[in-house]
């Protein structure tokens, strides 16, 4: 019992080391005015001009100043930036401290019913550079929260200048045309954490992009495949994968899981040294978000050189298992991966899917005292009963 306590201790100090909201962006929700433009105007949209200047931020081309209405819905029914086709805003910041990991978390809305381009913003910094898209799928609101990662900085990593244009796909004449975005958060993670009695880092999915307070839908991650260069820590994204809060989802297990809402293959992957030959049990945990998604949930696990698929059919009320499967290591590093192949959808008719946390590896202990100490009896016996399976 004490034991367990310390456990759980230990995880909250690491958690809370690995990561820090950071108020470095300076008017990140455009609640302060441009110049000459009045905060509590009734007109919707406002084109900048040389005589408006947007404090903390500056901007290029055709930028709108947004104030939420009936006509237009955004976080905490505020202000935002729209930006035209050509439209663009940038803010300088500088990191603190030792070198951390950069995450950002924003709002992205349409800019009108009427529009045919797609809603695309290009967000970039210093070498990187990520397309996020409006996808209106994977919720019922208007606006949706996304994150990017943006890069490693320290003190001594000198200004650095976030970039925001529109990613047009055509050319829209109407100006009223191109994303909306909003509340920014820059939040910096710390170097990965091992938790004891864990060999995957951040298997619980606790690391990840800022939450915005008032958002209801969770975060929508776009595919990243280097998983050192994710939102979401230690994982790479396959698809459209959604960071969800235990503040308004069924999380699992602490306050934050993932829920894989696209699909068409998708998911989540990461890789962990682990030694050739050796036994593993792979442990986690499947269900729904508790917010009326329905639909049979197919779920493929791989371990090293092992995939086994499994199963939940969710009636949308809350449904959690713990699934496990045992694997022999075949490299190092060995790949670790969740991939869903359906979708469900929610009595809003928003697409959705498995949500998976409290991802757990050990090495398989065959020893009874350790395998009950650890938990593993039982994936013990299922393997050295597959294996006599094989063997006969
Ligand atoms: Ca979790």
């Known amino acids: 019992m004490m034991q367990g306590k310390l456990l759980l201790l230990l995880f909250i100090a690491a958690a809370a080391a690995a990561a820090a909201e950071e108020d470095l962006l300076q008017n990140a929700d455009f609640e302060s005015p441009p110049l000459n433009v009045t905060a509590n105007s009734t007109t ?28 237009m819905s955004l976080p905490g029914n505020g202000h935002a930036i729209q930006l035209g086709t050509d439209g663009k805003i940038n803010q300088t910041f500088r990191a603190n401290g030792t070198a951390m990991d ?23 910094v210093p070498g990187r550079s990520s397309l996020v898209a409006l996808e209106q799928r994977y919720g019922s609101e208007e606006w949706e929260s996304h994150a990017c990662y ?31 975005v909003d509340t920014f958060i820059l939040k910096a993670i710390g170097m990965p954490v091992e938790i004891q009695d864990n060999l995957l880092i951040n298997g619980g999915f606790e690391v990840g992009p800022a939450f915005v307070t008032n958002s209801t839908e969770g975060i929508l991650l776009e ?18 994968v959604k960071y969800i809060d235990s503040k308004h989802f069924l999380v699992p ?6 829920e894989i809402v696209s699909g068409d293959i998708s998911g989540v ?3 962990v040294a682990l030694k050739k030959g050796s036994t593993y049990n792979l442990e986690f945990v499947m269900g729904d978000t508790n917010n009326s998604c329905t639909g049979n949930f197919i779920v493929g696990a791989q371990g090293g050189p092992s995939a086994q698929n499994f ?17 022999k290591a075949d490299s190092n590093p060995t790949p670790i991966s969740f991939t869903s192949f359906t979708q469900g959808q929610t009595k809003d008719f928003a697409f959705c899917g498995p949500v998976i946390d409290d991802v757990v ?21 299922v393997f050295i009963v597959s294996a006599l399976n094989i063997l006969g």
């Open 44 to 71: 919707p949209f406002v084109l900048l001009t040389q005589t408006n200047t947007i404090p903390g931020w500056t901007f290029n081309g055709t930028v709108q100043y947004v104030t939420a209405g009936p006509n």
């Open 102 to 124: 950069y995450v950002l978390t924003f709002s992205l809305a349409a800019g009108g019913e009427n529009c045919s381009t797609s809603t695309t913003v290009n967000v970039s």
């Open 150 to 180: 943006l890069g490693r900085w320290g003190a001594n990593s000198g200004p650095i200048n976030l970039n925001l244009r529109s990613q047009p796909s055509e050319t829209d004449p109407n100006i009223t045309c191109g994303p909306v």
């Open 223 to 240: 595919e990243e495949i280097d998983f050192t260069q994710s939102a979401l820590q230690q994982w790479s994204v396959m698809g459209i």
């Open 253 to 258: 297990q602490g306050n934050a899981a993932i």
């Open 269 to 271: 992957r990461t890789t």
């Open 311 to 327: 199963t939940l059919q969710s009636n949308g009320m809350g449904t959690t298992q713990k699934f496990s499967m045992v694997f």
């Open 361 to 381: 590896l050990r090495a398989a202990s065959c020893g009874l005292k350790s395998a009950v100490k650890s938990g593993v009896l039982f994936s013990c016996i």
